[in-house]
T-cell receptor, first 113, second 111 residues
Framework: DAGVIQSPRHEVTEMGQEVTLRCKPI?????LFWYRQTMMRGLELLIY????????DSGMPEDRFSAKMPNASFSTLKIQPSEPRDSAVYFC???????????FGQGTRLTVV | RKEVEQDPGPFNVPEGATVAFNCTYS??????FFWYRQDCRKEPKLLMS???SGNEDGRFTAQLNRASQYISLLIRDSKLSDSATYLC????????????FGAGTRLFVKA
């Protein structure tokens, strides 16, 4: 199995632009998580899906952030408009069950200038 | 009080030393517990799950104390390759499912 695949690995964009991060979870996993990691705040859970349905998005910082999971093999995290404070590493993770171990993708390092 | 708290370190130990990390959590209804390892500029990876009876994997031992609401990780005979950040993870379903990562404890093992 290729593991969780995220794209792009790096993204540099200007403030105000739309950013879309992509994730392909491990086949057969029914839980998918989006995390954000910064030096100041550590690893934060933004949203989690179970069977493609968003279950808890209380970690999404504000309306500029949105996430979708149109099918079991693909999810997106969109930031529109982006701001410099959104600069962080965004990880996608999947697991067989929400309480089971999560497998992380390599992350997308986002820089908003 | 943070939901999951860890000593950020860093812990600087010589090769061969034994080192222990503790992690406390605030939600007594938490159900699952893990230790993850994260290398610099890499993704977190599961090191081991933590079971109520305690569990061991080679040089690593994890323990859970539900009464005092803490989990621990013991590393024996430290290797240079153990240098990393160790993240304590607690998850459960109380008023909505939550998985909380601790801020991590940095370990440096020196020759």
């Amino acid at each position: 199995d290729a593991g969780v695949i995220q794209s792009p690995r790096h993204e540099v964009t200007e403030m105000g632009q739309e950013v879309t991060l992509r994730c392909k979870p491990i086949s057969g996993h029914n839980s998918l998580f989006w995390y954000r990691q910064t030096m100041m705040r550590g690893l934060e859970l933004l949203i989690y899906f179970n069977n493609n349905v968003p279950i808890d998005d209380s970690g999404m910082p504000e309306d500029r952030f949105s996430a979708k999971m149109p099918n079991a093999s693909f999810s997106t995290l969109k930031i529109q408009p982006s701001e410099p404070r959104d600069s962080a590493v965004y990880f996608c993770a999947s697991s067989f069950h929400r309480n089971a171990e999560a497998f992380f993708g390599q992350g997308t390092r986002l820089t908003v200038v | 009080r943070k939901e999951v708290e860890q000593d950020p370190g860093p812990f600087n130990v010589p090769e061969g030393a034994t080192v222990a990390f503790n992690c406390t959590y605030s939600n007594s209804a938490s159900q699952s517990f893990f230790w993850y390892r994260q290398d610099c500029r890499k993704e977190p990876k599961l090191l081991m799950s933590v079971y109520s009876s305690g569990n061991e994997d080679g040089r690593f031992t994890a323990q859970l104390n539900r009464a005092s609401q803490y989990i621990s990780l013991l590393i024996r005979d430290s290797k240079l390759s153990d240098s990393a950040t160790y993240l304590c993870v607690v998850s459960g379903h109380t008023g909505g499912f939550k998985t909380i990562f601790g801020a991590g404890t940095r370990l440096f093992v020196k020759a």
